[in-house]
């Protein structure tokens, strides 16, 4: 992750063929309105597209890997920097102004971006980027000078649909900020880094999965994203099938933005399995170090604790093997079905409520009676398993046979089916609509079906043979957009399903 980011002149490797002429289009829209809003051209586009999580749900923020990959769908910004002859000038605008309106606002004295994250305003993510961008600038630069920015804005990644909009936005504001300052080459870990802290200034607890497959994503491979011991992303290829495969997502147009919904849903799940491993650290007198997880402390970081600590089972040396051993403790130490009150948690950790509400509750703000550590847990060390399966089936040799094919692309589409099964049961950020979407898919020929993204609504990604496409999106239109919404328009419909292929990553393209 320490290559640079891409820098070219021309779309060429950025999408498919088949893509290349729409996309050009709408570039040079974007170029056009950005010469009509500020009278001069863009001097480069930073761009940077929305994911979709083939496996590893809900387990970045635990530091354990997933594997996504990046799609068509993307952020586009178009850049011209100007010196500041006072307090430097962000005007930003977007090609759908009725939609998005335009905004002007000046940095601090300081150089600082002011966020009101209490608002969910669209600007807010650019702002998020730039803010990061401009922190890291003050510290590697000490004559660093912020420069006044005109913006322009296109995106197709659905907001709210699960497939990582918000991260998108962010990392591209991020890029589009450093390379109009001049901070190239911009390193791939670099980027990332920055934006998975400047997104939590939004007010989400984001894991990195996001930004890394948004920025470090390979044309026609799914990314291999570790966190422990540091951030790696390593491209994984599909194997070479016939018929061959592809992913299908399928809109259930039931917004899941977890901006707004972070308090029961998103963030309340990051407390949920950081307290987990805070109270089963305690249960085994274990102490807990700081990590790169959102709150500090991770599963991950009490797995290897655990392991480093001499107390654990001299046998378990596998990855594997010790994450199944975890599964045993949570079982051991977490057996209340019902949950955890914050008074029982207060207690169990030696603090007072008060404290622990501030240490853990604060920052990113969580509404909940009982805390079901044990479902999250679990979850978490299951997926991470899932996680390691998949990768080595896709590693596995080529089958040889149909049968052996048959047998392979089952396999993959057993895991993928179980994750939805814990999405649903155990972490519960599923919904009646995406488990509905799911099961039309398998009938009609899906391998695997399971919701992507944050959940709770949104997108679900589906391991269909090429030869399946047309009948999985038939019996989608049939059976669940016509019934659940009768009036839906054609067009709406051919933004419910994407057929994808793994896209590329953050890329710069100079005017």
């Not at 088949?18 to 761009?47: E, G, P, S």
């Not at 936005?169 to 990332?192: G, M, N």
């Not at 470090?216 to 061959?244: M, N, Q, T, Y």
């Not at 009948?471 to 054609?490: G, L, Q």
């Amino acid at each position: 992750m320490d290559e640079p980011i891409p820098v070219e002149d021309s779309l060429d490797r950025l999408y498919p063929h088949d893509a290349l002429l729409t996309q050009a289009v709408r570039w040079d829209h974007l170029r056009k309105t950005f010469i009509h809003t500020y009278n001069t051209d863009a001097t480069f586009v930073a761009r940077s597209p929305g994911r979709v999580n083939i496996i590893g749900e809900h387990i970045d923020y635990s530091l354990y890997d997933v594997l996504p990959m990046g799609i068509a769908a993307d952020v586009l910004i178009a850049i011209s920097p100007s010196p500041a002859s006072g307090p430097p000038t962000i005007r930003i605008a977007n090609v759908n102004p009725g939609k998005f309106p335009s905004k002007t606002f000046s940095l601090e004295s300081d150089g600082s971006v002011q966020i009101d994250a209490s608002t969910h305003e669209w600007s807010n993510y650019y702002k998020a980027g730039l803010r990061g961008a401009l922190q890291h600038l003050a510290k590697t630069r000490p004559d660093f000078k912020p420069q006044s920015l005109n913006v322009m804005v296109d995106g197709t990644v659905p907001a709210g649909g699960g497939l990582s909009s918000s991260a998108a936005f962010v990392c591209a504001s991020a890029l589009s900020a450093l390379y109009a300052h001049h901070a190239e080459p911009v390193t791939k870990r670099t980027l990332v880094e920055l934006a998975v802290v400047s997104e939590r200034s939004v007010g989400v607890n984001s894991g990195g999965m996001d930004q890394a497959a948004s920025v470090s994503s390979i044309r026609g491979d799914a990314l291999h994203v570790s966190f422990s011991p540091e951030l790696k992303a390593s491209a994984v290829s599909f194997p070479k099938l016939d018929p061959g495969i592809t992913f299908m997502i399928a809109q259930s147009f039931v917004a899941a933005d977890k901006h707004v919904t972070a308090p029961v849903c998103y963030n309340l799940r990051v407390v949920e399995v950081t307290l987990a491993a805070e109270w089963v650290a305690k249960e085994l007198a274990v102490e807990l170090k700081k990590d790169a997880s959102s709150l500090g402390r991770s599963l991950r970081g009490l797995q290897e604790s655990y392991f480093a600590s001499g107390k654990a089972p001299q046998g378990e040396k596998g990855e594997k093997e010790r994450v199944r051993y975890m599964l045993e403790l949570v079982d051991q130490y977490l057996p209340d079905e019902q949950g955890y009150t914050r008074e029982q948690i207060a207690e169990k950790l030696e603090m007072e409520v008060g404290e622990l509400e501030k240490r853990y509750m604060t920052t990113f703000p969580v509404r909940a009676e009982r805390f079901k550590l044990r479902q999250r847990a679990t979850h978490v060390f299951t997926e991470a398993l899932r996680v390691h399966a998949f990768i080595e089936l896709m590693k596995s040799p080529a089958p040889s046979s149909a049968a052996d094919q048959e047998e392979l692309l089952k396999k993959m589409g057993s895991l993928m089916n179980e994750t939805q099964d814990s999405c649903r049961d155990v972490y519960e950020c599923s919904c009646p609509e995406l488990d509905e979407i799911c099961t039309i898919a398998r009938n009609a020929g899906s391998y695997g079906s399971r919701l992507t993204g944050a959940g709770w609504g949104g997108c679900s990604v589906h391991l269909v043979p090429k030869n399946k496409v047309d009948e999985v999106r038939k019996a989608w239109i049939d059976e669940y957009y016509k019934k659940k919404f009768p009036d839906v328009t054609e067009e709406k419909l051919d933004s419910a399903v994407v057929v994808t292929e793994p896209g590329h990553g953050a890329m710069i393209i100079r005017s």
